[in-house]
């Protein structure tokens, strides 16, 4: 470990984030491998370590022959002042090298307020931030995860972008950086055959064009490249790899447990919702393959409760099979599983109830809205009964606690819908009143609600956001409304969502907004403790641009979008379809019950999902 090193973790919060070791961690001989890739996520240890994304893909990445992959995070602020005092750049937590000494650096972006921390990351690490100012091969910086389904505002800082699931195509694309690098080929060279990989994006090879409303012209494709790029996907999730031998973290993080992925996609249709859009196909793991992994990562990491994971659990085919086999090892062993994305229309309280033998915790749904029209525009498809039904035998089943969770601003939402949400909320405490059979213990119902962001790639993406203003008053709508002691309300802040829905539909131009940001101070913007709305307000303005103008604005369906280019699957026709079903309040069928034809099966060979 560097001397440096040494001196200054004692001054540290959790000093355990920033030196590796970690049982499970991957080491190689730096002689045996000629590639090597610095794999960074923006955000801290805690949260990174729990990215079931970052697990894989380290993984699957160290098993090339040749190639070594490194863990590297964002420190938190008292240690990234510490290393800026004494001269140290970042480093990977494998090996403890520098940064700037990798051939490939990728970044993992989930989430669009992190935009920052790669800049400060980049920094840090003694690399020119902008692709443009790094003309040699060496580093290669990409990126890849669910915001680069809008790549333009990080178009600048970034040589390429992957977009889909990287499990395949990351692979592909080192194999041909070790071809590039071993052949001499210049950057542009590189640049030009990794677009024709398939479900990678080149920005430098596009240019955006804009009228003088400010809204694009057109994204003009240039040197070969693809008039759309379409998203990668792993077809057979039974063959791919996956981590069950993975880091066991040195310091509690975000979900300390065992991670088991049961599918990808949604065979739901939220007109909200990104995810339920950009990974479909549906795709499922078979029971046994679930189940073989689970009792393997509990063996390899010991850890005391299991998680099954997907956008909706509940509506796993073979849930029941793969809880009856986990349970019969877990139990005897007082291991727990656990069971999030539960829906109101198909919980079973038997299930839970035996996944929660060993630790009974709460129960969390997600209505989303107050009332039965908004929840028929947004095409949640749970009803009032479902939802009344579900906590009555939660109720009886002992459950004292019931999490809610809604939006606001909600496309056509009105005054009586937000008020709908506190008489829903008391329509479940009357339930318990009159169900439980101890209510000695008492009861406690949370209701929290967020600000709707419009997000690329799902039927709301033409929607406006509502103001800040306006979110504020419907906040305060509401929490007038909730008068029961046993009902609590928590509310998101309205400054972040505004910004967020900003980045989310933004343009390449936001990246000058994004810069001027780090170079003002910022990093860590998910951070509450980092966050600084000022901050952001006075970026726009210095760069010439209104964040109003992509948050909340309404597109124009005719309107060339910063992500026209991006093919994540599902066709513009049926995300258009479904917009103007909404509008009419008109529900569209679940996958199983009848396909939509929107596309994303034709990512499968033979054309068919597992809806």
């Known amino acids: 470990m560097d001397k440096r090193l040494e001196r200054i973790l004692p001054r540290v ?77 970042l480093y990977a937590l494998e090996s403890g090298d520098p940064v700037s000494e990798f051939d490939v650096i990728g970044f993992s972006l989930g989430y669009e307020m992190a935009y920052p921390t790669v800049l400060d990351m ?23 995860g669910t915001s680069c389904c809008n790549p333009e505002p990080m178009a600048d800082f970034f040589d390429l972008m992957v977009l889909g699931e990287g499990e395949e195509v990351n692979c592909e694309l080192l194999r041909l950086f070790r071809t590039a690098r071993n052949e001499g080929w210049d950057k542009p060279r590189f640049l030009r055959e990794a677009a ?37 996907i792993v077809a057979d999730l039974d063959s791919v790899y996956y981590p069950t031998n993975p880091i066991v973290p040195s310091v509690e993080i975000v979900h300390d447990r065992v991670n088991l992925e049961l599918f990808r996609g949604c065979i739901r249709g939220c007109r909200f919702c990104q995810a339920g859009y950009v990974y479909r196909p549906i795709r499922s793991r078979s029971p046994e393959t679930v189940i073989r992994q689970g009792i393997e990562s509990l063996e390899n990491t010991g850890c005391q409760e299991a998680t099954l994971l997907s956008l909706s659990s509940s509506d796993y085919r073979h849930l029941t099979e793969v809880c009856d ?101 008391g329509k479940v405490l009357h339930t ?12 406690r119902i949370t209701v929290s609600t967020s600000c709707f962001i419009p997000k690329p790639h799902c039927p709301f993406q033409w929607e406006p956001q509502i103001t800040m203003a306006e979110y504020q008053r419907r906040v305060q709508l509401l929490r007038g409304r909730i008068t029961a002691r046993n009902v609590i309300y928590n509310w998101h802040d309205a400054d972040t969502s505004f910004i967020e829905a900003a980045l989310s539909r933004g343009d390449r131009r936001l990246g000058r907004v994004i810069e001027a940001v780090w170079k003002n101070g910022g990093r860590l913007e998910a951070w509450s403790e980092y966050f600084s709305f000022p901050r952001w307000m006075r970026a726009f303005s210095d760069c010439g641009l209104d ?41 569209s069928p679940d996958c199983r019950a009848a396909c939509s034809a929107c596309g994303a099966a034709g990512l499968m060979e033979g054309g068919r999902c597992d809806g």
């Open 432 to 443: 318990w009143r009159e169900y439980a059979p101890n209510k000695a213990r008492g009861v």
């Open 325 to 425: 086999g986990l349970l019969d090892w877990c139990e005897p062993r007082s291991i727990s599983l656990s069971l999030p994305s539960l829906r109101a229309d198909n919980f079973s309280v038997d299930m839970v109830g035996r996944l929660q033998k060993v630790r009974r915790g709460g129960l969390t749904f997600a209505p989303e809205a107050g009332t039965q029209r908004l929840r028929d525009v947004i095409n949640k498809n749970v009803t009032e009964k479902d939802l009344l039904d579900t906590c009555r035998v939660a109720f009886e089943g002992g459950w004292n606690g019931i999490k809610l969770y809604f939006m606001l601003g909600l496309p056509t939402e009105t005054d009586e819908d937000v008020e709908a949400i506190a008489d829903l909320a």
């Open 13 to 89: 919060q959790k000093p355990a984030r920033y030196t590796g070791g970690e049982y499970n961690e991957i080491i190689k001989d730096k002689t045996s491998a000629d590639l090597r890739m610095a794999f960074c996520f923006p955000d801290i240890y805690e949260i990174g370590m729990s990215n079931l994304g970052m697990r894989i893909l380290y993984g699957v990445t160290n098993e090339m022959p040749g190639v070594w992959c490194e863990r590297v995070f964002a420190p938190w602020g008292d240690m990234a002042e510490e290393m800026r005092r004494v001269g140290i750049p």
């Open 196 to 232: 024709k990989l398939g479900g990678v994006y080149v920005p430098s090879l596009y240019s955006p064009g804009w009228k003088e409303d400010g809204t694009l012209a057109a994204i003009t494709p240039a040197d070969g490249a693809p008039e759309t790029v379409r998203k990668r």
């Open 122 to 144: 980049l920094d840090m690490a003694g690399i020119p931030m902008r692709s443009e100012d790094r003309k040699a091969l060496v580093p290669l910086v990409f990126a890849g």
């Open 547 to 587: 964040p109003a103008f992509y948050a909340t604005r309404e597109r124009g369906e005719e309107e060339v979008l910063p992500w026209s280019r991006i093919d994540m699957g599902v066709s513009r026709d049926i995300l258009l379809r479904e917009r103007h079903r909404a509008y009419h309040a008109q529900l």
